[in-house]
């Protein structure tokens, strides 16, 4: 069964911090993976795909990293802001589904002022 | 380009009573997906639509869900009777390739 793991679940930091969320997932077999943000009672908003040719990806203030043969992905978030606060997940595409997305559970993250 | 648009927004019912969604994907992309989402956990997939046809239904529970998509465009979820463990938010996504656009979701309360 192909799975998805997010670490750490929730997540607290002052303002103006680094961070790094992990995602790890079962299969290395994958077309891509997205990170996703979700506002509380909001959809998702796609924040970056990796091709799984790609090492990484870069989009203003974050930056996402794959490595495929480990089954890991992380994203880098670089000076935090307090509307940075969110729920973040992790969705690979499996090869093999049929261009379904397999979610992990997220990282909350609260940054605070 | 307008995203995908999801109505209604929020519902309440009672547990029994019957209730649906809408969704209107991205113009042009044939692949429509349902998700549901229930509070601290990750989308989960119901099911998924290629044009008007269904790709995959299995984690649908066909006994209160039902679904379609009419014209290979709009799609309604409707689930009948609800329970109470349907409380969740509805997603709808569309897709064109190996990308996925997600709506707002629909909140469902069950009471």
């Known amino acids: 069964k192909q799975e998805v ?14 961070l790094v969320l992990n995602c790890s997932f079962t299969d290395s077999a994958i077309y891509n993976l997205q990170w996703f943000r ?14 799984s040719s790609q090492r990484e990806q870069t989009s203003g203030r974050l930056n996402a990293s794959l490595d495929k ?9 670089a000076a935090s802001q307090p ?3 969110a ?13 379904q997305l397999t979610f992990g559970s997220g990282t909350q993250l609260t940054v605070l002022p | 380009e307008a995203g ?10 009672e547990k029994r009573q019957s209730v649906a969604f809408w969704c209107n994907p991205i113009s042009g992309h044939a692949t429509l997906y349902w998700y549901q ?7 989960k997939l119901l099911i998924q639509f290629q044009n008007n046809g269904v790709v995959d239904d299995s984690q649908l529970p066909k006994d209160r869900f039902s679904a379609e998509r009419l014209k290979g465009v709009d799609s309604t979820l409707k689930i009948q009777p609800a329970k109470l463990e349907d409380s969740a938010v509805y997603l709808c996504a569309s897709g064109q390739s ?7 979701g629909t909140r469902l309360t069950v009471t």
């Open chain 1, 87 to 99: 729920t973040y997940l992790c969705a690979p595409l499996f090869s093999g589904s049929a261009r």
């Open chain 2, 98 to 104: 190996y990308e996925q656009y997600f709506g707002p």
């Open chain 2, 4 to 13: 995908v648009a999801q109505s209604p927004r929020y519902k309440i019912i």
């Open chain 1, 38 to 51: 979700q506002d509380p009672g909001k959809g998702l908003t796609s924040l970056l795909l990796i091709q």
């Open chain 1, 83 to 85: 509307g940075d606060s």
């Open chain 1, 69 to 77: 043969s480990s089954g890991r992905s992380t994203l880098y978030i």
């Open chain 2, 37 to 43: 989402q229930i509070l601290g956990q990750g989308p």
């Open chain 1, 5 to 18: 793991t997010q670490i750490p679940a929730a997540l607290s930091v002052p303002e103006g911090e680094n």
